[in-house]
Structure formats: C-alpha cells, structure tokens
T-cell receptor, first 115, second 113 residues
Framework: DADVTQTPRNRITKTGKRIMLECSQT?????MYWYRQDPGLGLRLIYY???????NKGEISDGYSVSRQAQAKFSLSLESAIPNQTALYFC??????????????FGEGSWLTVV | SQQGEEDPQALSIQEGENATMNCSYK?????LQWYRQNSGRGLVHLIL?????REKHSGRLRVTLDTSKKSSSLLITASRAADTASYFC?????????????FGKGTHLIIQP
C-alpha cells in the first residue's frame, strides 16, 4: 500500500461546484502539504500544515481551503471550482529531522478537470 | 517564487549514454534534493546533498554541488529506457520552514532505445 494515498485519483467537475480532495498517510509525519502542478510551471505550494492545529498558506492559496482532520489526514477543498484550477494535485508529507533534510514523500496525484 | 531552475528543459539521448542535467538556485541552502517524476505520477526522491558536501553517489546517479556558483548537476550514467522521466531539483533554504523546500520546473529526459 502507498504511504501517501490520495482520493479521488481523477475527477471531472463543473464550474462552480465544490470539490474535495482527500489525503491520508501512514508515514507518521507531522508535516503535510498540498501542491499543484501545471505543465511548464513545476510544482506550486497551496497549503501546508505542521500539525493538526497548524495550517499555513502557500504560494497559491486563493480559491482553496484545507482541513487537517488528524495527523494522518489532510484534505483540500475547492469551494467553487473554476476552469483554471484544472491541474494535477499532489499531497505530500515530509520528515524535517536533520538526517532526512525535509525529504518530501508524494502521493500519486489527483487529476482534476473543471469544465 | 521558484528557487531552483533546471537546465535543459528537455533532453533526448540514446540508451546507454550518460545524461547530465543542471540546477541553479538563488539563495543559501541547507541541502539540495533531486526528484524523479514518471509521466502523470507522483515525484519520487532520488538523492539529497547537503550544503557542506560537494559530490554524492547513489547507484548510477552522481550529484555535484557548487555552493559558490549556486548550482548542482545530476548525472545518470549508462542510461536506460526506464530513466525516461522528468527530473526536478528542490532546495531546502537555510532557515526555511515547511515551505523551505522549493521545486524547479524540471528537465524532461527521454531515453531513445
């Protein structure tokens, strides 16, 4: 089983609809992230969380919200989806210990298409 | 904003040849990491090099770091078709927190059989 699991893996939704992407991890890491990937733009950070009570905005948080339900669960919501939110979304965790150097572990991604 | 920039954006070589890709960054770093992404899949960590290291090896991978030039290179020796993927460098900025790991836009490597 994957250490970082994202659901759904693929979703097509209509403009204006609310959509939630869910993420769960079994690595026991406190730090979790949501990234967005667009062709030619690399990865951009949407939100990150140090622990259940700590949520922080990333580079492109507008139009998104998150919920850290437990150490192992971090969900991303698009309150009112728009077509330019069509992208590949990644959940990730990291180990900030000195030895690991904040190595990031990614899920397999969720393809979201907004029509 | 993106700290690391990979070069070239795309690279196509014959199987068996060596592939070299470069990464430049702007600010002081704690470490630099390389990741691989197969098409449409999640990124996978390949190797980490710390700011006080100059070279590191892992199997067919060789990474160098030149902090004076703020650059790193990833060499894949004896390339295989399975090495076809996008490769990203990520820098952990000195003093950075959870958002201190910043990714470049990637080099798309194609290994021709």
């Amino acid at each position: 089983d994957a250490d970082v699991t994202q659901t759904p893996r693929n979703r097509i939704t209509k403009t204006g609809k609310r959509i939630m992407l869910e993420c769960s991890q079994t690595k026991g890491h406190d730090r979790m992230y949501w990234y967005r990937q667009d062709p030619g733009l690399g990865l951009r950070l949407i939100y990150y969380s140090f622990d259940v009570k700590d949520i922080n905005k990333g580079e492109i948080s507008d139009g998104y919200s998150v919920s850290r339900q437990a150490q192992a669960k971090f969900s991303l919501s698009l309150e009112s989806a728009i077509p330019n939110q069509t992208a590949l979304y990644f959940c990730a965790t990291s180990d900030p210990s000195v030895g690991a150097g904040n190595t990031i572990y990614f899920g397999e991604g969720s393809w979201l298409t907004v029509v | 904003s993106q700290q690391g920039e990979e070069d070239p954006q795309a690279l196509s070589i014959q199987e068996g040849e060596n592939a070299t890709m470069n990464c430049s960054y702007k600010t002081s770093i704690n470490n630099l990491q390389w990741y691989r992404q197969n098409s449409g899949r999640g990124l996978v960590h390949l190797i980490l090099i710390r700011s006080n290291e100059r070279e590191k090896h892992s199997g067919r991978l060789r990474v160098t770091l030149d902090t004076s030039k703020k650059s790193s290179s990833l060499l894949i020796t004896a390339s295989r078709a399975a090495d076809t993927a996008s490769y990203f460098c990520a820098t952990a900025i000195s003093g950075g927190g959870a958002d201190g790991l910043t990714f470049g836009k990637g080099t798309h490597l194609i290994i021709q059989p």
